[in-house]
């Protein structure tokens, strides 16, 4: 079983609609959670973090956690063509192993 | 606020080389991770330094290694190069170690060993 799972896509989406992108993770004990966001040739960028149970919104972003079902999720609303770009899920198990990232999920916003 | 800065942007090396990158961290933050990422394996966890100590290290060779400075800048080297370790390799500052903070990653070094 991979550590950190995403649907790699493509996800197409139109433009206005809301993107739902899902994340599983395999180890009970990760502490901390994390969103980035990768254009083509380009570094990822850090959109939502996330610790605690539940939601978190900032903007159109809305980062789920649920510890119990070993799931988080990220969702953007009024979705821009500008979103489109792959969306990496990244977590940290505790202690000093750094992130464990997904593969991905490639996001397309169909204007 | 500057953000993570590194160099080179490009290299090209050829196998049985070595090579140094360097990362400068965003200012005050002490903990500097270095990751690889390619399109089969993904972005995978090399090593991260806090006060100039090794915290942990990723699953890779002992041709990877690392150091970080007084003032929290990193470099990090590959020996004897291989076709395999041409990959974007990016590194991720952040206020402490990396379990409690988050990482804001650099533009990345782009190596081709050929």
């Known amino acids: 079983q991979k550590e950190v799972e995403q649907n790699s896509g493509p996800l197409s989406v139109p433009e206005g609609a809301i993107a739902s992108l899902n994340c599983t993770y395999s180890?009970?004990?990760?502490?901390?959670f994390f969103w980035y966001r990768q254009y083509s040739g380009k570094s990822p960028e850090l959109i939502m973090f996330?610790?605690?149970?539940g939601d978190k919104e900032d903007g159109r972003f809305t980062a789920q956690l649920n510890k119990a079902s070993q799931y988080v999720s990220l969702l953007i609303r009024d979705s821009q063509p500008s979103d489109s770009a792959t969306y990496l899920c990244a977590v940290n198990k505790g202690g000093a192993d750094g992130l464990t990232f997904g593969k991905g999920t490639h996001l397309i916003i169909q204007p | 606020k500057a953000g993570v800065t590194q160099t080179p942007r490009y290299l090209i090396k050829t196998r049985g080389q070595q090579v140094t990158l360097s990362c400068s961290p965003i200012?005050?933050?002490?903990?500097v991770s270095w990751y690889q990422q390619t399109p089969g394996q993904g972005l995978q966890f090399l090593f991260e330094?806090?006060?100039?100590?090794?915290?942990n290290k990723g699953n890779f060779p002992g041709r990877f290694s690392g150091r970080q400075f007084s003032n929290s800048r990193s470099e990090m080297n590959v020996s004897t190069l291989e076709l395999g370790d041409s990959a974007l390799y990016l590194c991720?500052?952040?206020?402490?170690?990396?379990?409690?903070?988050?990482?804001?990653f650099g533009p990345g070094t782009r190596l081709t060993v050929t």
């Open positions: 996330i610790y605690s149970n």
């Open positions: 200012s005050g933050h002490r903990s």
């Open positions: 991720a500052s952040s206020l402490a170690p990396s379990g409690a903070y988050e990482q804001y």
């Open positions: 330094y806090f006060s100039e100590t090794q915290r």
């Open positions: 180890d009970r004990g990760s502490q901390s």
